[in-house]
């Protein structure tokens, strides 16, 4: 697949310079196309058969073996959700963390981590996302690393590997802004959030969690999913793998939409993405913005606004169709670079600003 006929699977891109993919990806003619089929099958035949049950559930297994595919593990490894939050949720509810217990995460995670941490009744210990803060932050309590493999801020990619060898603890890692934008290998880590609906541009309402030892989380939140069978006060035998931590249906197009969507991202995306990103840090440090560059980064670039303008600046860039994202109180401004967009897309933005 050429970059021309791939890129031309996305109708937005005929419009708009669409640079938010760490927010919600774009999606393709053949996801909707997929999407559509599901649901006009289901128009036809109805919903509640045996035969679109089992399909079903056959589709969901599809799912789960390619997102497993590409993260680098097994499938018997990967719950399906409907968002990195519901995995986080899954996790830290399971782990059964206690008063005196410690989290370590960094100053620049997401409400959708944060929020789970919050209500796991461990102390939260906050650190910039500098690994040696977070190595140095570790003390006899510590029970658990929580943070991004990229941050959703700047872009910067925390070695999370090696943060695990180095501290010998569980680590629970949101890869919303990872999986879709490079190479990822969840190989060797507790547990590691998948988002469907960014830069995997699948529908939204879809998701993964890996979990690498299934048998050593507790199903805190079990759905009609988790069980193979159960007695009549509830006592069941859970499922076998992380499908026990399926937290519920996923809908049947959502399903195939993201399916299709992973299958028809072309094998050089991600080369493509990395390289493309480089260009618009460079010649967006050329048209005098602030621009941030992380040591070690994704496809994610942010840069420096006055504070209280960064919605204005969103504002008059989608005036000019470019489409972006301000990061509130932080003082920056995001564009998503995703392996379907351009140069034309990179002179829009500068233009524009």
Known sequence: MTFEEARAQFPVLERYAYLQAGSVGPLGRPTIEAMWAEEATSLAEGRGSYARFMKLLDAREQLRSDIAALVGVSADRVALTASTTDGCNIVLAGLDLRDGDEVITTTDEHFGLLGPLHTSRAKVVVVEPDPERIVEAVTPSTRLLALSHVLWTTGAVLPVHELRATTGLPILVDGAQSVGTMSV?????????????KWLCGPEGTGALVVAEPDELRIARPSYLSQQSYEHDGVFVPKEGAARFDPNLI????????????????????ERAGELAERFRTRLGEAGQDVIVPESRATLVAWRVTADESADVVARLAESGVIVRD????GLVRASVGWWNDENDLERLVAAL
Do not use: K
Not at 327 to 330: D, E, S
């Open 251 to 270: 809908p049947g197009p959502n399903t195939v939409g993201l399916q299709t969507a992973i299958r028809t991202t072309p094998s050089w995306a991600f």
């Open 185 to 197: 290998d969840a190989g060797g880590l507790d547990y590691y959030t998948v988002s469907g609906q």
């Open 327 to 330: 990061l509130p109180g932080r």
